[in-house]
């Protein structure tokens, strides 16, 4: 069923390749990756790191949340004027009618992983540590909506690495629905023990750099980031808040009901997520200019992905992964891609698939082996996001027509 | 809300807390007939989930999936919303225990059960179901924003939601950190039609009025309702098999209050 487009009036990014929208779009441009060679695990690695995180405290009325994950929530809404751009919002619309919805696999689940390295003889944890403020998904929105100022629905998904692409179709379904006016979504996820030994005994990541859709691609390259967005019904959005004209126009969520975390082999339920994004967006597969991969570099991920898109697309839709520039941000990823689809939009740009060596050819679909800024012509594009449990968020971002 | 909402029909109902194990267990209590008496919450064995699948679930799994599946009779491929504030401890205490033993290590079977979306995906396998299914949480308010997710997907997609609410209380050294005490699931199919044995309507608002939440009208059950943050759907499940018209409030976020009208016609 077709929806109603959302406009994107404002946004943030921060991740391994630096803070602001702005050093996203120059390291795309200059094809710099952000990941660097991991110095203290068990296993060689490459990670998206973001370094600025780590002293970055919160407000001391909201001490009680602090955590790294909300520290790097915190170093984005103080990035690319976005707390301006709220407040903004909260005298147009008021504080109870913005919503918040937000996706993290991790949320602060650090603090526990912390807190048991510092057991005292009984087993006990410190006196110190604080589960509800940290760990628990809802730390997240809650310090949100107090460093925001807002009072309005909200929720925290997570769908491990579809998490911050679902944001987007719940925001919304609530704006739809009447529960709020307007929608901040977004992501924060940051590295753990748990995410990184996880992945590892997984054997899903890579020594190397992350190589999606390389035929010796051999792993991930697990990275951190954070982006919020503002997401407005177009009829309230006056043309002079609109700091771009990006919208979202469809969404597509399913599940592959086939395994806890490997990918259906023929990308059932992928192409059905993108089959959905393209039916609420009324828009057919050739109104799609490109398409920002899962691409996690895993051997089964993309080949699944590749079936998927031949599936829906054919073989002729410009494709590329970014994860060789941010590394795998799962749960923050679906918001990290949506807002590179925008800066592809805006800046007419078509990011490389970065580290790509030797393409597979097993892979049917047009991968971008290098960055492309020739006259595009790009109107819309579709972002994906697949997680474990087999869930399915694909995204569909375009100009406003 | 902006616009008149449409009614949302209740259509099946599920239930699994100590004591309450199964909807004819609970009718004498959430009818107001029998008293609530704790019990130790039994092993629950979801006949969804193949015995091999099952081997490699937790309790906390396993009861998203058991009220799950008691809703979703016979199963249909439906559209899901699962909730839970904590998610599961006791992975979270067995891999944070795991990562403090040199090499490091975490099984990959305990990893893919540590995301918050396990139950759900567990249970898109054993019903077979290709539709959407989101997993989330707002701490002590799940019930109610994952309630009103549910309602949205109804609403805003024309299509019968399977909403499955559930929490599970942490062991040490985690339960010194939790107010949770007792287990608790309930699920139930929402839906735009009325179906024959239809529990009754609801239409929800958000108020900030300063309200205080509904407590339940069978006393003996207000111990519970505090012991489990989706133990606060207990007046709604009351209402519901009361057959009760009543305005209930359910505490949301930032101390507003879910407001849900009831109606039986």
Same mark, same amino acid.
């Given at each position: 069923?077709?929806?109603?487009?959302?406009?994107?009036?404002?946004?943030?990014?921060?991740?391994?390749?630096?803070?602001?929208?702005?050093?996203?779009?120059?390291?795309?441009?200059?094809?710099?990756?952000?990941?660097?060679?991991?110095?203290?695990?068990?296993?060689?690695?490459?990670?998206?790191?973001?370094?600025?995180?780590?002293?970055?405290?919160?407000?001391?009325?909201?001490?009680?949340?602090?955590?790294?994950?909300?520290?790097?929530?915190?170093l984005?809404?103080?990035?690319?004027?976005?707390?301006?751009?709220?407040?903004?919002?909260?005298?147009?619309?008021?504080?109870?009618?913005?919503?918040?919805?937000?996706?993290?696999?991790?949320?602060?689940?650090?603090?526990?992983?912390?807190?048991?390295?510092?057991?005292?003889?009984?087993?006990?944890?410190?006196?110190?540590?604080?589960?509800?403020?940290?760990?628990?998904?809802?730390?997240?929105?809650?310090?949100?909506?107090q460093?925001?100022?807002?009072?309005?629905?909200?929720?925290?998904?997570?769908?491990?690495?579809?998490?911050?692409?679902?944001?987007?179709?719940?925001?919304?379904?609530?704006?739809?629905?009447?529960?709020?006016?307007?929608?901040?979504?977004?992501?924060?996820?940051?590295?753990?023990?748990?995410?990184?030994?996880?992945?590892?005994?997984?054997?899903?990541?890579?020594?190397?750099?992350?190589?999606?859709?390389?035929?010796?691609?051999?792993?991930?390259?697990?990275?951190?980031?954070?982006?919020?967005?503002?997401?407005?019904?177009?009829?309230?959005?006056?043309?002079?808040?609109?700091?771009?004209?990006?919208?979202?126009?469809?969404?597509?969520?399913?599940?592959?009901?086939?395994?806890?975390?490997?990918?259906?082999?023929?990308?059932?339920?992928?192409?059905?997520a993108?089959?959905?994004?393209?039916?609420?967006?009324?828009?057919?597969?050739?109104?799609?200019?490109y398409?920002?991969?899962?691409?996690?570099?895993?051997?089964a991920?993309?080949?699944?992905?590749?079936?998927?898109?031949?599936?829906?697309?054919?073989?002729?839709?410009?494709?590329?992964?970014?994860?060789?520039?941010?590394?795998?941000?799962?749960?923050?990823?679906?918001?990290t891609?949506a807002?590179?689809?925008?800066?592809v939009?805006?800046?007419?740009?078509?990011?490389?698939?970065?580290?790509?060596?030797?393409?597979?050819?097993?892979?049917?679909?047009?991968?971008?082996?290098?960055?492309?800024?020739?006259?595009?012509?790009?109107?819309?594009?579709?972002?994906?996001?697949?997680?474990?449990?087999?869930?399915?968020?694909?995204?569909?971002?375009?100009?406003?027509? | 809300?902006?616009?008149?909402?449409?009614?949302?029909?209740?259509?099946?109902?599920?239930?699994?807390?100590?004591?309450?194990?199964?909807?004819?267990?609970?009718?004498?209590?959430?009818?107001?007939?029998?008293q609530?008496?704790?019990?130790?919450?039994?092993?629950?064995?979801?006949?969804?989930?193949?015995?091999?699948?099952?081997?490699?679930?937790?309790s906390?799994?396993?009861?998203?999936?058991?009220?799950? =599946? @008691?809703?979703?009779?016979?199963?249909? &491929?439906? $559209?899901?919303? !699962?909730?839970? #504030?904590?998610?599961?401890?006791?992975? *979270?205490n067995?891999?944070?225990?795991?990562?403090?033993?040199?090499?490091?290590?975490?099984?990959?079977?305990?990893?893919?059960?540590?995301?918050?979306?396990?139950?759900?995906?567990?249970?898109?396998?054993?019903?077979?179901?290709?539709?959407?299914?989101?997993?989330i949480?707002?701490?002590d308010?799940?019930?109610?924003?994952?309630?009103?997710?549910?309602?949205?997907?109804?609403?805003s997609?024309?299509?019968?939601?399977?909403y499955?609410?559930?929490?599970?209380?942490a062991?040490?050294?985690? =339960? @010194?950190?939790?107010?949770?005490?007792? &287990?608790? $699931?309930?699920? !139930?199919?929402? #839906?735009?039609?009325?179906?024959?044995? *239809?529990?009754?309507?609801?239409?929800?608002?958000?108020?900030?009025?300063?309200?205080?939440?509904?407590?339940?009208?069978?006393?003996?059950l207000?111990?519970?309702?505090?012991?489990?943050?989706?133990?606060?759907?207990?007046?709604?499940?009351?209402?519901?098999?009361?057959?009760?018209?009543?305005?209930?409030?359910?505490?949301?976020?930032?101390?507003?209050?879910?407001?849900?009208?009831?109606?039986?016609?």
């Open positions: 069923m077709p929806i109603s487009p959302l406009i994107i009036t404002a946004s943030s990014m921060v991740n391994a390749l630096g803070r602001g929208k702005n050093a996203t779009l120059s390291a795309l441009q200059n094809k710099k990756s952000g990941l660097q060679l991991s110095q203290d695990l068990d296993f060689s690695t490459w990670l998206g790191r973001v370094e600025e995180a780590d002293n970055y405290l919160l407000e001391e009325a909201l001490k009680i949340f602090s955590c790294r994950n909300n520290q790097l929530a915190k984005t809404l103080d990035t690319d004027n976005f707390r301006k751009a709220i407040n903004h919002a909260k005298k147009k619309y008021g504080a109870d009618r913005i919503g918040v919805f937000l996706g993290s696999s991790t949320s602060g689940s650090e603090e526990t992983e912390k807190a048991y390295l510092k057991r005292n003889e009984n087993g006990d944890l410190p006196s110190d540590y604080d589960f509800m403020h940290t760990h628990n998904f809802t730390s997240l929105l809650d310090y949100t909506q460093s925001l100022g807002l009072a309005g629905v909200g929720h925290v998904i997570s769908t491990a690495c579809s998490s911050s692409a679902k944001v987007f179709a719940a925001a919304h379904r609530h704006i739809e629905s009447g529960f709020c006016d307007a929608a901040i979504v977004g992501g924060v996820d940051t590295l753990t023990q748990v995410s990184l030994y996880g992945f590892h005994s997984l054997q899903l990541t890579s020594s190397d750099p992350c190589r999606p859709c390389d035929e010796n691609r051999d792993g991930i390259s697990i990275g951190e980031a954070a982006g919020f967005a503002l997401l407005e019904p177009i009829t309230k959005s006056r043309s002079s808040d609109a700091k771009s004209a990006v919208v979202l126009k469809g969404y597509g969520e399913s599940s592959d009901a086939y395994h806890m975390s490997s990918p259906h082999p023929e990308g059932r339920g992928a192409a059905s993108m089959q959905k994004a393209l039916e609420s967006a009324a828009l057919s597969a050739t109104d799609i200019n398409i920002n991969l899962h691409g996690t570099a895993t051997p991920n993309d080949a699944a992905e590749d079936k998927a898109i031949t599936a829906v697309f054919g073989n002729q839709t410009p494709c590329s992964s970014t994860k060789g520039w941010t590394g795998h941000t799962l749960g923050a990823a679906g918001i891609e807002l590179i689809c925008m800066l939009l805006e800046n007419q740009l078509l990011p490389a698939n970065l580290n790509l060596k030797t393409p597979d050819p097993l892979l049917n679909i047009h991968i971008l082996s290098e960055n492309s800024e020739q006259q595009q012509n790009i109107k819309n594009v579709i972002s994906n996001s697949f997680g474990f449990g087999g869930s399915n968020c694909s995204l569909i971002l375009g100009l406003q027509s | 809300m902006k616009q008149k909402m449409k009614p949302v029909y209740i259509n099946t109902l599920s239930i699994a807390a100590p004591g309450l194990i199964g909807l004819e267990e609970a009718m004498p209590v959430l009818t107001g007939k029998a609530w008496q704790t019990s130790e919450f039994p092993k629950l064995v979801p006949q969804s989930l193949p015995a091999n699948e099952r081997r490699r679930t937790t906390y799994i396993k009861l998203a999936l058991h009220v799950a =599946d @008691k809703a979703n009779l016979p199963n249909k &491929a439906l $559209a899901a919303v !699962f909730a839970s #504030s904590n998610g599961d401890f006791h992975i *979270s067995n891999i944070c225990n795991t990562l403090t033993i040199e090499p490091k290590y975490i099984s990959p079977t305990q990893f893919h059960n540590s995301v918050h979306n396990a139950p759900s995906g567990y249970w898109a396998i054993a019903a077979k179901s290709p539709a959407a299914s989101t997993s949480s707002t701490g308010n799940t019930f109610s924003s994952g309630l009103l997710e549910a309602v949205t997907q109804v609403l997609q024309q299509e019968d939601v399977l499955v609410a559930y929490d599970y209380p062991t040490a050294p985690l =339960d @010194k950190f939790s107010d949770m005490t007792e &287990a608790f $699931a309930t699920a !139930f199919v929402l #839906s735009l039609e009325k179906s024959e044995n *239809s529990y009754g309507a609801i239409k929800i608002d958000i108020t900030n009025d300063g309200r205080k939440k509904s407590h339940c009208i069978n006393a003996s207000n111990e519970l309702q505090n012991s489990n943050p989706i133990a606060e759907s207990l007046p709604l499940l009351e209402a519901l098999c009361l057959k009760n018209s009543i305005t209930l409030y359910l505490p949301h976020l930032n101390n507003s209050k879910l407001k849900v009208k009831v109606t039986h016609d």
